[in-house]
């Protein structure tokens, strides 16, 4: 009966000492300064969103933003159009944007853009008459 105890004993104290170990070890690893691997972890960014057409379109609309908060730009005109530089929260997931054009004739292009951090991270395009470009990028 007293080896049976002791051996009850021993298991239990060995069960308490691995759980605080595993805890230990779990604790230590969710300290780790390594984000990166988590989107937007701990960083702001500061993002453009442009547009470039062929040469005689006209740039109508555009709409941008960050994790869902669009922006609509309206009335726009010309071949260019280019957003204020916009800062991202931290943790931010994902930036998009969207641009209307109508061209000259179905050789007509659009070119849409999104700049991270003065980098450029996504390009989409558009062809024909009547454009409709569209990027999405991830951080």
């Not at 070890?25 to 500061?46: I, L, Q, R």
């Not at 005109?77 to 929260?89: A, I, K, M």
């Not at 991270?116 to 991270?121: F, I, P, Q, S, T």
């Amino acid at each position: 009966m007293k080896k049976t105890r002791m051996n009850q004993l021993l298991r239990g104290t060995f069960v308490v000492l691995l759980a605080t170990m595993l805890m230990g070890f779990v604790a230590s690893c969710s300290k780790d300064d390594d984000d990166n691997n988590v989107y937007g972890a701990g960083a702001t960014h500061k993002i453009v969103f442009k547009a470039i057409a062929s040469s005689g379109c006209n740039i109508d609309v555009a709409s941008y933003g960050i994790d869902g908060n669009p922006t609509t730009a309206t009335s726009l005109s010309g071949t260019t159009w280019s957003s204020p530089e916009v800062t991202s929260e931290k943790g931010a997931y994902n930036a998009t944007v969207a641009v209307n054009a109508i061209g000259v004739d179905a050789s007509s292009t659009l070119k849409v853009q999104i700049w991270v951090d003065g980098e450029l991270k996504k390009e989409g395009t558009a062809s024909g008459q009547y454009l409709a470009a569209s990027a999405s990028y991830t951080f």
